[in-house]
């Protein structure tokens, strides 16, 4: 009997230890990935109408898709700038506000990586 309890003490120290030494992967579900390569698409097509538009329809503030989105691996302003959306890329940086110093460990970001179809 001993032994079992002394297994079973030695399992439920364990697996809360486990649980947070293992790495946390950001998972996105299909509707997410939906909402976020429409809202790259809108920042690929330079309307900041089609940016705003799918920013309200899918509830997102701007400065969180700004600061955290990725698309293609760029973050989303440069995204839009590599594709030669100034005007969207002009409403993203807009949306930030001021420049403050943030820890980029901490930030996490989701990437979404699509093409044109």
Do not use: H, W
């Amino acid at each position: 009997m001993t032994t079992i309890k002394t297994t079973l003490i030695a399992l439920v120290t364990a697996v809360p230890a486990l649980a947070f030494s293992l790495p946390s992967q950001a998972t996105t579900t299909s509707f997410m990935d939906t909402a976020l390569v429409d809202v790259c698409k809108a920042a690929q097509s330079n309307k900041v109408f089609k940016l705003n538009s799918a920013l309200k329809s899918y509830r997102l503030q701007g400065k969180t898709v700004a600061l955290k989105v990725m698309c293609n691996g760029d973050d989303i302003i440069t995204f839009a700038e590599k594709n030669g959306a100034t005007k969207t890329a002009a409403q993203l940086q807009k949306s930030i506000g001021d420049v403050s110093i943030t820890d980029v460990a901490v930030t996490d970001k989701i990437n979404v990586t699509f093409t044109e179809s």
